[in-house]
């Protein structure tokens, strides 16, 4: 349960004002089709994010050592520092809709995905718990957490939340996360 929790809650923070949410947002103003939107986002994340986690596992199982657990330690301080950095998405960069809304969304999402700070955060996290079942469900829940309500919301739910502060509270959850890997690794906590 702590890999699927914790997925969760690493994800949504720093789901909060990314370039996929974003891009929910746009999605959302150009369809005005909340549900194929959430759908496409659905079954994009589960796709990624699985592939992700298993990657991540995969790794860890592979590279068991002292060493990649600091790395992992690591890269979750890394993505606390990244955390802290607001994302832009250009109403230029937006996918021109030509396929409905559902496999625009499906399509999009699964793309920008690709190289987020979220899925390499589930890279992380299927690499800290071996868990990919529970990885892909925590990170996919946490990315609907954070998007449906910015596909009907949009841009009143931007206005109103202070992104600065989330970023914070995201990139502090990070941190200590990192933390608690490299103190375990260490084995302070023995």
Known sequence: MEALFTS??????????????????????????PVPIILGILFATLANHALAALLGSSAA?????????????LSFIAMAAWTLIPDKFEDDDAPKPRFGAFLTTLVAFFLVEMGDKTQVATIALGAQYHDVVA???????GMMIANVPA????????KRVV????????AAL???????????TAGWLS
Not at 151 to 158: C, M, R, S, Y
Not at 163 to 170: D, F, I, N, Y
Not at 174 to 184: C, D, N, P, R, S
């Open 163 to 170: 992104l600065a502060k989330v970023r914070m509270v995201a």
């Open 151 to 158: 596909i009907f919301l949009g841009h009143e739910l931007l």
């Open 61 to 73: 199982a592979f590279l068991d050592s002292p060493v990649f657990r600091y790395a992992i330690g």
């Open 8 to 33: 969760t809650a690493v994800v949504a923070l720093a789901e909060i004002g990314d370039k996929t949410q974003l891009l929910a947002i746009l999605l959302a103003t150009r369809f005005n089709r």
């Open 135 to 141: 990885v892909t469900a925590g990170t996919t829940l």
């Open 174 to 184: 990070f941190l200590v996360i990192g933390l608690w890997v490299l103190v375990q």
